[in-house]
């Protein structure tokens, strides 16, 4: 039996037409973005931002890159950061069919300030859930706040699930054609939160974790340590033991005399009797430096306390043998000359009437301790039979002084200005050495 079509009243197909021709423009109006239109009428994504920046990528996938800064220009989507290594005008061209272009989804991503990643200045750091971080810097801080803010607010915007745009590639089909073109578009996306929160708390968790170990790593070496340090045996156990022996060059004055029972140290009898047997015409005694690691190589035999023949062959040039001396006094922890004694040595050197003068220094000098006492009557005495070979060796009273000025004496705190110590040094040493015998007797002579 063939049905019969069904019968529809005039006023209902009125009212049809009529809500067609009503919906029409609402029908337009929401395909009228679908339609792609001709590939010459091709429009760019609409561009928030585009600006060269410094970039530099520092991880992939949680894996640490090594940095290299790279001038970019840098474009932002509402929901992606694109960069292209082009000028600005081919970065455009790149955003039609076909381009190529690196970026960075933002949808979960992290900004911030940084100032540890890089000794740049005006530097922000882009992390994004999946591991990979970013360096954005500009030179002008204005430029990069101005993007640190753009940034951060579509970051903002994605996360708040507002609806918001990602930058990617969309397969667009034109009507009447079988033909695929791909192009860049602003297209909405479904936000996935559960997703972006697993993500997030696993890297979270992940932090912690390695927190909790790191700080644990830490203790237990803190704790090996202080185990370490408290079975560690005495200085003193070690010298009884003859494990560490006492030095020579470093060692005060007073405690290097009493642990050699002497009043002069032994290294500066042996010093200055070898320059006395085979060294004062030597020219420029005093003034020239010898070999440095000669010198320190016989300072470590000193302080080792070995047999030591200044004679040997390895210490033929009597330049060593001074410059070692010289090195002994330079390294005393307090001089030759006691610290608390330097101000009253530089006034006594002011008197300018000489007699007076001398008599000062010579009652300032049987004040200071008698290691101290000694060791200068030995010295200076020395200095003395050096000058009386001035004809061969050219070394002056003034020579002399200038060497061992700053060598036997400085201040406690540098207070004053260097300069004009060093020049009182100098007097108080050239002014003792032309009243040697009087201060010290007729064995200078």
């Known amino acids: 039996m063939q049905k019969q079509p069904a019968m529809v009243l005039p006023g209902a197909v009125q009212m049809r037409i009529k809500s067609s021709q009503s919906s029409t423009g609402e029908r337009l109006s929401q395909t009228k973005s679908m339609v792609l239109p001709d590939p010459g009428t091709l429009q760019t994504p609409t561009l928030l931002k585009g600006e060269y920046l410094n970039k530099a990528k520092i991880a992939e996938g949680g894996k640490k890159l090594r940095k290299n800064w790279t001038a970019t220009w840098v474009v932002l989507c509402s929901n992606q950061l694109l960069f292209f290594k082009e000028s600005k005008q081919e ?40 591991g990979h971080e970013f360096l954005l810097q500009a030179d002008h801080f204005p430029t990069i706040s101005k993007w640190h803010d753009a940034i951060k607010k579509t970051v903002d915007s994605l996360s708040s699930g507002a609806g918001g745009q990602s930058c990617g590639r969309a397969a667009l089909h034109r009507s009447n054609s079988t033909e695929c073109l791909s192009r860049p578009t602003c297209e909405p996306t479904k ?28 203790n237990g070496v803190k704790n090996r340590l202080k185990k370490f340090i408290s079975r560690r045996p005495s200085m003193k156990t070690l010298q009884e033991k003859g494990l560490i022996k006492d030095r020579v060059f470093g060692c005060h004055m007073l405690t290097l005399c009493e642990r050699e029972r002497t009043t002069v140290p032994k290294f500066v009898k042996l010093c200055v009797e070898e320059v006395e047997k085979r ?3 030597a020219d420029g005694l005093y003034r020239v430096s010898g070999n440095l690691a000669v010198i320190q190589k016989l ?8 047999e030591l023949d200044l004679g040997d062959s390895q210490w033929e040039d009597i330049h060593v043998i001074t410059g070692a001396l010289k090195m002994f006094f330079r390294e005393l ?12 040595f530089v006034e006594a050197v002011k008197i300018r009437e000489p007699t007076q003068k001398g008599q000062a220094l010579k009652k300032l000098i049987h004040q200071v301790p008698k290691p101290n006492h000694n060791t200068m009557k030995v010295l200076f005495q ?24 700053p060598t036997l004496m400085w201040p406690e705190f540098e207070s004053g200005n260097m300069e004009v110590n060093m020049v009182y040094q100098n007097q108080i040493v050239e002014s003792i050495l032309i009243e040697c015998v009087e201060i010290f007797g007729p064995g200078g002579m």
């Open 191 to 218: 936000p996935k939160p559960k997703e972006t929160k697993s993500e997030h708390r696993r890297s979270i968790m992940f932090k912690l974790n390695y927190s909790a170990s790191d700080s644990a790593d830490k």
């Open 279 to 281: 060294g004062l015409e």
């Open 91 to 130: 970065a455009v061209a790149n955003l039609k069919p076909g381009g190529k272009s690196d970026g960075v989804d933002l949808c979960g991503a992290v900004i911030e300030w940084t100032t540890e990643k890089s000794s740049r200045k005006n530097v922000i750091q882009i992390t994004t859930p999946n």
């Open 299 to 306: 300072r470590f035999l000193v302080d080792q306390e070995e």
């Open 333 to 344: 922890p307090e001089p030759l000359f006691p610290f608390r004694f330097f101000d009253l």
């Open 382 to 405: 020395h200095l003395r039979r050096v000058l009386m070979k001035s004809q061969k060796n050219l070394m002056s009273t003034q020579g002399i002084s200038i060497v061992f000025g």
